[in-house]
Every structure is written in structure tokens, then in C-alpha cells.
Nanobody
Framework: QVQLVESGGGLVQAGGSLRLSCAAATRTFSGYTMGWFRQAPGKERDFVAAISWSGGNTYYADSVKGRFTLSRDNAKNTVYLQMNSLKPEDTAVYYC??????????????????WGQGTQVTISS
């Protein structure tokens, strides 16, 4: 079992930055691939970014590539999503997710077995 708790959401103006954190309650955090998804009102929950168990590999959705950076600190059981150059279309509830590591970095929602409760990110124009 993995319990995930997101934090760091809020309201910022377009062009600003936010850093989301996801703290995991598990003894085997370094064994999990971690991902972030987001869901805007009335839309599907979409993939944002994911990071391998070691942090050595990351994968981003095209819509955030070059603006968002995902990292992890296995000693602190935490992943960080640094979001820069934010746009109004980035407004959504952001969810952290975990999957026991495999050979590839998963990008589909149904590949992740553990989810946090979400944190709201609102970008004003």
C-alpha cells in the first residue's frame, strides 16, 4: 500500500510558477515509478509527467514539455513538480500517482494503482 499526499497548489497569474510536492507513505518508495496527472472541469484526467524509480528517466506530455520539471528525492519519499511559465490552460486539479516500477514509464491513467487526493492549481490570465 502507498498513501500519497499532494501539496503546493494555489492561485497564480499567467507566467508565474508553482512547485507541487507529493509525499509518499511507504517503506519502498524507491521501487515506484511516480506520475502526475491533471483534470480540468468537465475533462478527462490527463497525463502530465512521470519519473522512473531512480529519477534517471522522465517523460512529459507535449503540452508541458520545457515548462515543467519532475524530480524526486528518495531519501524524503517525495516527488516535486516544478511548473514554470504557467498558462490559464494549466488550470486543473493535479494528482500524484504511483506504480511499482516496470520496464517502461507508464503514461496511461489505468497503469497507476495508487493516487493522491489532488491539489487545485488555478492560473489567472
Amino acid at each position: 500500500q502507498v498513501q500519497l499526499v499532494e501539496s503546493g497548489g494555489g492561485l497564480v497569474q499567467a507566467g508565474g510558477s508553482l512547485r507541487l510536492s507529493c509525499a509518499a507513505a511507504t517503506r519502498t518508495f524507491s521501487g515506484y515509478t511516480m506520475g502526475w496527472f491533471r483534470q480540468a472541469p468537465g475533462k478527462e484526467r490527463d497525463f502530465v509527467a512521470a519519473i522512473s524509480w531512480s529519477g534517471g528517466n522522465t517523460y512529459y506530455a507535449d503540452s508541458v514539455k520545457g515548462r515543467f520539471t519532475l524530480s524526486r528525492d528518495n531519501a524524503k519519499n517525495t516527488v516535486y513538480l516544478q511548473m514554470n511559465s504557467l498558462k490559464p490552460e494549466d488550470t486543473a486539479v493535479y494528482y500524484c500517482a504511483a506504480k511499482w516500477s516496470g520496464r517502461t514509464i507508464p503514461t496511461r491513467r489505468n497503469e497507476y494503482g495508487y493516487w493522491g487526493q489532488g491539489t487545485q492549481v488555478t492560473i489567472s490570465s
